[in-house]
């Protein structure tokens, strides 16, 4: 059974998916793509999340309900988890999807140690997994949090967020289960250098959940470009929005030039 899939559409133009991360909907994005209306935004929330129905199983579960319902020749921006689906979503189905962007996004979010690569300690999820089992509401709040730790604008940050993502309904205690095992098991580390479309990475300096470092490690082609934020931690988009849009609108009208 196919899962209702929610999205807000605006603007007209090349199309652009919009995915957020996890306990958070798709209106974290309508500040920023006000800002775009040349582009006809659709800006999703996941499976479980907003005003989206559930849908069981694993993220290629997800990225198949995604890319059978939003257009084709589109622009795939991913904010964190939204990253990792965008990103399973250009290893899968490359000839359906004109370009990738990642937000503050990795492909592999929990921290190894063999070889050695940055990211979430597994104690951190461990413990929101067992919060949300006792207060979800709490739980998503304190994440909510989480994302602008660490920014210049960090308590200004955090009202936004809440104040855009509250406007809808808390997401759903499978979903949030489920995205929170995405983020702990999925690796899509071995199959990246076989990505080849245009691929935009956006990283705040001051993320405490996905380090810059990061951007070191992942596989450098022409078709690729990194953008550091400074002063920005895990939302740029939200606190600071004019840098963030400056860079998009460069590499999108470059990117539609060559095409």
Same mark, same amino acid.
């Given at each position: 059974m196919t899962s209702s899939?929610?999205?807000?559409?605006?603007?007209?133009?090349?199309? @652009?998916v919009w995915l957020h991360g996890w306990g958070v909907n798709g209106s974290i994005f309508l500040p920023t793509v006000t800002q775009l209306s040349q582009y006809r935004s659709y800006c999703v929330?996941?499976?479980g999340f907003g005003d989206s129905q559930p849908q069981p199983g694993t993220i290629d579960d997800w990225a198949e309900l995604l890319?059978?319902?939003?257009?084709?020749?589109?622009?795939? @921006?991913?904010w964190s988890l939204g990253g990792l689906v965008a990103t399973r979503i250009a290893q899968r189905w490359p000839q359906k999807i004109r370009g990738l962007i990642t937000i503050a996004s990795s492909p592999c979010f929990m921290a190894q140690t063999t070889p050695?690569?940055?990211?979430?300690?597994?104690?951190?999820l461990q413990q929101f997994t067992q919060q949300l089992e006792q207060d979800l509401q709490r739980t998503v709040e304190r994440f909510m949090a989480l994302q602008a730790m660490g920014s210049n604008s960090a308590r200004d940050d955090i009202r936004?967020?809440?104040e855009l993502v509250l406007s809808k309904p808390l997401p759903n205690a499978t979903a949030l289960a489920q995205g929170l095992e995405m983020l702990q098991q999925t690796? @899509?580390?071995?199959?990246l250098p076989h990505i080849a479309l245009p691929w935009l990475r956006f990283w705040g300096k001051?993320?405490?959940?996905?380090?810059?470092?990061?951007?070191?490690?992942?596989?450098?082609?022409?078709?690729s470009q990194d953008i550091i934020l400074p002063g920005a931690s895990h939302a740029p988009f939200i606190s600071?929005?004019?840098d963030f849009l400056h860079h998009l609108r460069d590499w999108l009208q470059t990117t539609n030039k060559g095409v």
């Open positions: 899939l929610f999205y807000h559409v605006s603007g007209d133009g090349q199309p @652009l929330d996941l499976p890319i059978a319902q939003l257009p084709a020749n589109a622009i795939w @921006l991913g050695p690569w940055p990211g979430i300690a597994a104690t951190v936004h967020i809440k690796d @899509l580390r071995q199959e001051l993320d405490g959940l996905v380090p810059r470092r990061v951007s070191t490690l992942l596989p450098q082609t022409p078709q600071h929005p004019e």
